[in-house]
């Protein structure tokens, strides 16, 4: 088992968009154990390669109560979205920091999985939240950035404060 370090916003790095995985490998099914490993680590429900510093399009999420529901999308894309979820997002790359957001409440994602072969998803609710937001990272998005210019002040007053305290 090995845990990756996960990028802290606002590190430069997680505005890097991801490339596309052109094989999947040993090395792509390594690297997705690994962030397997860091996300239930944390713990949190979902990570993007983007926030371990590996800029390929790959996310892993289990929204499952029991946590052991891990799911792999590989150059995901999300072929159809509908509905409107209000719901609280936090990412682990922005610790302690939760806010309200707009996402779609249903989509069907498309994408490979760990073996390489292409699959359909659909998900509601959180579970498409996170899909979502973890899409958002292979772009270069953190979703503080999707909230208003004032709210992302007053988040990183907050974080530089901290590391402050913590120094
Ligand atoms: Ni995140």
Known sequence: MSKLTILLYPDKRLHTVATPVLRVNDEIRNLIKDMGDTMYGAPGVGLAATQVDVHQRIIVI??????????????PEIVEANGVADCEEGCLSVPGIYEKTQRAQHVRVRALDATGATFEHEADGLEAVCIQHEMDHLE????VERLSRMKQQRILAKLKKRQRDTE
């Open 62 to 75: 289990d929204t499952s109560p029991a946590r052991d529901n891990l799911r792999v999308f590989i150059n």
């Open 140 to 143: 270069g998005k953190v979703f």
